[in-house]
C-alpha cells in the first residue's frame, strides 16, 4: 500500500512533455525533404472526391484524381490516375492518362496513354506511347516534327 501511496503521489506530479508540431514550410528544413520534382513549379493535385470546374491556367503539373471540367492552358504537364475523368481542353507539354480524358486534347510533346486510359476527342501529340489497352477514340494528328507512335508488343499482335 506504500507503495501505490508512493506511485499516486509520483504520477501526480509528473508532467509529460509536449512537443510541439513545428510548421511545414515549403522548401525549408523543417518540411523534410524538398520535392525536387515539383521544385520549380506549382502543382495542382485534385482529389478523388474532388469536382473542380472552370478555366486553369500557369499549373506547371495538374494531377487528376477526381474529376475536372475545365480548360487547360499555359501549363507543363497533366496526369489522369485511373480514378480521374477530365472533361474540357487542354493544350501542355505532356500528358499521362491512366483514367478517362474527353475534349481536345493538344500535346506538343509526349502523349502516354496507359493500359486503363481512355481519350476521346481531338488528339494532336508531338510523340505517342500506348501501352496495351489504352484507348483513343477520335480524330488523331500527329504535330509537325513529332516521333513516330510506340505501342507495346501484345497491341501489334492485336492489329495483325
Known amino acids: 500500500m506504500a507503495n501505490e501511496e508512493g506511485t499516486t503521489s509520483a504520477s501526480s506530479t509528473f508532467r509529460p512533455e509536449i512537443t ?10 523543417l518540411g ?26 500557369a499549373c506547371d503539373q495538374l494531377v487528376v ?3 475536372v471540367e475545365a480548360a487547360l492552358e499555359n501549363s507543363q504537364s497533366i496526369e489522369i490516375s485511373e480514378t480521374g475523368f477530365f472533361k474540357g481542353s487542354a493544350v501542355i507539354e505532356e500528358a499521362t492518362i491512366s483514367g478517362n480524358f474527353e475534349g481536345n486534347l493538344t500535346v ?16 494532336r501529340y508531338g510523340k505517342l506511347c500506348i501501352e496495351s489497352g489504352g484507348q483513343i477514340i477520335g480524330t488523331v494528328e500527329a504535330l509537325p516534327g513529332g516521333n513516330v507512335a510506340s505501342v507495346t508488343p501484345a497491341a501489334v499482335g492485336e492489329d495483325g
Open 108 to 123: 506538343r510533346g509526349e502523349l502516354t496513354v496507359k493500359a486503363t486510359g481512355r481519350i476521346q476527342g481531338e488528339i
Open 20 to 29: 510541439r508540431r513545428l510548421p511545414d514550410l515549403r522548401g525549408g528544413p
Open 65 to 67: 484524381e477526381g474529376r
Open 32 to 57: 523534410g525533404q524538398p520535392d525536387t520534382a515539383n521544385e520549380s513549379g506549382n502543382k495542382l493535385i485534385v482529389g478523388q472526391d474532388i469536382v473542380l470546374n472552370g478555366q486553369i491556367t
